[in-house]
């Protein structure tokens, strides 16, 4: 535990080192400090400097000698908040230049990304959650996708996307209607932002897609466990043109609010 905060405080490995050694030790000299942990004296100064600039460690004289212990270890929590701070305002600055960073992507080469195993397709469906406000569309054989993902992980999914302001319109099966009692994060209307319609009853597949944006993420059956995510806009939109196609003479799915409005409750 200790080991990721102090990487998330961005402290150099032989900080750390002396920042344990004096939670174990207790009070010491630099020099002591070096023997310990087997580091140049002038090295443990450097490193003890950093500590103290941060308020995690202290100085102070004791018969002509140096001593250094542990300041307040309530600063820690402190210190994770301001680095949170610092999180939070270098993305709200990304975000602002991601409109003029997104004009260019026609110059942007096609690419393709290959994900294996059930960890890797998680993977895959992550990565759609860095968006917010956008809106999806989908061929998706739910039974096939729970079975792939796991359930538990597309009720997770589902909590992250509805919070992020993602929205989908899909397509199932016919033969795929959404068990909403069994499962009722697959909830459709506006407050599950989820619009689902059934294709024709010769249509059926095992493989979905999920399109957002100018990239395509595929996933495959459980017999198969591979993924895929294709970044181009000109197959984006083939793949749109597809599915509106499909779209069209498929069912509406009408919600059913007596067992999904549990799942809704559950976000606020």
Do not use: C
Not at 129 to 147: D, G, K, Q, V, Y
Not at 194 to 207: H, Y
């Amino acid at each position: 535990m200790l080991d990721k905060i102090f990487q998330e405080l961005s402290l150099p490995i032989n900080t750390q080192r002396v920042f344990k050694d004096l939670i174990e030790k207790g009070p010491s000299t630099a020099r002591q400090i070096a023997e310990r942990i087997g580091v140049p004296r002038p090295s443990v100064y450097d490193n003890l400097k950093i500590l103290i600039q941060k308020g995690l460690a202290t100085e102070r004289s004791e018969d002509n000698k140096k001593i250094f212990a542990i300041d307040d270890l309530g600063n820690i929590p402190n210190l994770l908040q301001s680095r949170i701070e610092s999180l939070r305002s270098e993305k709200e600055s990304f975000e602002k230049l991601l409109p003029t960073l997104l004009q260019h992507s026609d110059f942007i080469e096609p690419k393709i990304k290959f994900y294996s195993g059930k960890e890797g397709l998680q993977q895959v469906m992550n990565h759609i959650m860095w968006h917010r406000n956008i809106h999806t569309i989908l061929m998706w054989p739910m039974s096939e996708m729970a079975r792939v993902l796991g359930a538990d992980y597309l009720e997770e999914l589902n909590h992250k996307r509805i919070k992020r302001g993602i929205s989908i319109r899909g397509v199932y099966p016919n033969d795929a209607k959404p068990d909403f009692k069994k499962y009722p994060f697959l909830g459709v209307g506006g407050g599950h932002l989820r619009e689902i319609r059934l294709a024709p009853k010769d249509m059926n597949w095992q493989m979905g897609y999920w399109m957002y944006e100018d990239k395509v993420a595929f996933i495959s059956s459980s017999k198969e466990s591979f993924g895929f995510v294709v970044h181009s806009r000109d197959f984006a939109k083939l793949m749109k043109t597809q599915f509106e196609a499909i779209w069209d003479i498929s069912k509406p799915v009408k919600p059913e609010p007596r067992h999904t409005d549990v799942f809704l409750k559950d976000l606020k």
